[in-house]
């Protein structure tokens, strides 16, 4: 009989099995921009296993709640080969192909820049990390940039280098023809000349070049003191420190950028030993302990700084879908702005740039100077942008 007790079971069965089907988990597009090839591989890896690893985290929890509905974040990754055009057919898939609103990475200014020529004008949100004042900027209100720049860490850099090597007096860059260089190499020279040093020596090269021996071999008739490989890809850090060893150069040779330390290490061998550099993450801080566990959970070697790097952009991300209670861009754009002093793997957040740039849209966290001794990674310096 219609209207029955039969009915009214069958309804009830409906309606728990739609609260059921709302229950489950619904999929959540993360799009990731990363070097997967290239000069800046050792980077892109990274970029994919910070954001594999706070995906995980977040499932292990189950899943990610944002206002009544539960997600499961999805990772779709694309590889930039760390040029521009790599990064601007990369964003476009991501958005016309994946329909993403969500972009972490890339690392690297050109393909940032690819990725953001995309992205601006569809009001896609991207955590990324490149050293060109152009990435942040007022009105370019949905870039996030997760790590320093040359602006943030070259004057501490300098200041600690002119306490560190008193008598030095002359320094030596050797940088990119691109964004990069062209960009942050006059930060880098401004620091040094405020702590008294003379740069005797600064020219670039092409990306993809490997025998620097022309290059290093001028640089050292000006009697440089120190050399710095200022923002170089880890491969090419890597061999202009084992090149400058092997053609006799004596003095320090320090990397205000980058930091892609363990990369550098392996291609110059022994040569590294007595090489300073920029670092971001220390893996034996306290602070680092349950994400080291679990990256050495998963994965072989040695831990990237990138890779914290991107796991805490994820993770930040995350934070501010919970706190809008919503996917909509605008509202987690909001909150992003607002997560000042929540704690994150780096300490709590505090973002800055306004003067600079424009807007408050660059993360600032302390760092280190780390020294390359037989083969090992000690951070020797914490300092504060």
């Known amino acids: 009989m219609r209207g029955g007790w039969k009915g009214k079971i069958a309804g009830a069965m409906m309606a728990l099995v739609a609260v059921t089907a709302a229950a489950h988990a619904a999929d959540l597009k993360i799009g ?24 995980a985290e977040v499932m292990g929890a189950g899943g990610l709640k944002v206002g009544k509905q539960t997600y499961t974040p999805k990772m779709i990754m694309y590889d930039d080969q760390y040029t521009s055009q790599g990064g601007t057919t990369a964003a476009t898939r991501l958005l016309n192909v994946d329909e993403v609103k969500y972009i972490i990475g ?19 949100i991207v955590l990324s990390d490149g050293f060109s004042p152009k990435i942040l900027a007022p009105d370019s209100p949905y870039n996030f940039r997760v790590s320093l720049t040359t602006t943030e860490f070259a004057p501490p850099i300098a200041k600690w280098e002119r306490e560190k090597f008193p008598q030095a007096k002359r320094i030596g860059i050797i940088s990119p023809n691109d964004a990069v260089g062209q960009s942050v190499v006059p930060i880098l020279v401004d620091s040094y000349k405020k702590q008294g040093f003379e740069i005797a020596f600064d020219e670039k090269y092409e990306r993809g070049m490997m025998d620097f021996t022309p290059l290093i071999t001028r640089m050292m008739a000006k009697g440089v003191d120190i050399f710095d490989l200022d923002s170089n890809a880890p491969g090419e850090t890597g061999l202009l420190l084992k090149q400058a060893r092997q053609l006799g150069f004596k003095g320090t040779i320090i990397q205000t950028g980058g930091p892609g330390l363990d990369e550098a290490v392996k291609v110059a061998g022994p040569l590294a030993n007595g090489y300073f550099s920029y670092d971001i993450f220390d893996p034996a801080a306290p602070s680092a302990a349950q994400f080291v566990k679990a990256y050495r959970a998963k994965y072989q070697g040695p831990i990237d700084a990138y890779a914290p790097i991107m796991y805490n952009a994820t993770m930040l991300l995350f934070e501010a879908m919970r706190r809008a209670s919503s996917l909509e861009v605008d509202a987690v754009q909001a909150q992003l702005e607002k997560l000042e002093g929540y704690n994150t793997l780096f ?39």
């Open 106 to 124: 890339p690392i690297g200014s050109p393909a940032v820049l690819g990725v953001l020529g995309v992205t601006r004008p569809r009001h896609v």
């Open 347 to 385: 300490g709590p957040v505090r973002w800055g740039g306004k003067e600079t740039y424009g807007i408050n849209h660059q993360l600032l966290t302390e760092f280190y100077v780390t020294e390359v001794k037989d083969g090992s990674l000690h951070p020797i310096a914490r300092l504060k942008p």
């Open 32 to 55: 990731v921009v990363g070097s997967l090839s290239g000069g800046g591989t050792a980077w892109g890896v990274a970029t994919q296993r910070g954001v594999e690893l706070a995906i």
